[in-house]
């Protein structure tokens, strides 16, 4: 065995997004926090794509449930930013919001 990843990119997008949903479900059941849908600008294409904006809201929960999202690699492949305050914002896997 190579060690290689050999999943396909639409596999990988439903991981991400799966990850993703999961992260929002730990938000909206603590009651702290906020996800909000948002689009970010994607310079190679010139075009908004869908996005979420995670605000933890300080909550502990909220900073362990997205300290374990940031430490995977696939799901920082779609983060796009954080900034002070518990803000982080990740663009979602085009081919998983295609047909949404």
Known sequence: MTGRDTR???AIYAEVMAKLKACRE?????????????TVHDDLDD???????????????????????MQDFFVMHFWERSERGG???????????NGD
Do not use: C, K, Q
């Open 8 to 10: 396909t990119d639409t």
């Open 47 to 69: 075009r908004d794509v869908p996005a979420w904006a995670f605000a933890t809201g300080g909550w502990s929960e909220n900073e362990r449930a997205m300290d374990e999202m």
């Open 26 to 38: 730990v938000f909206e059941s603590e009651g702290y926090g906020v996800v909000r849908e948002t």
């Open 87 to 97: 803000l982080h914002v990740f663009r979602l896997p085009i081919e998983e919001t």
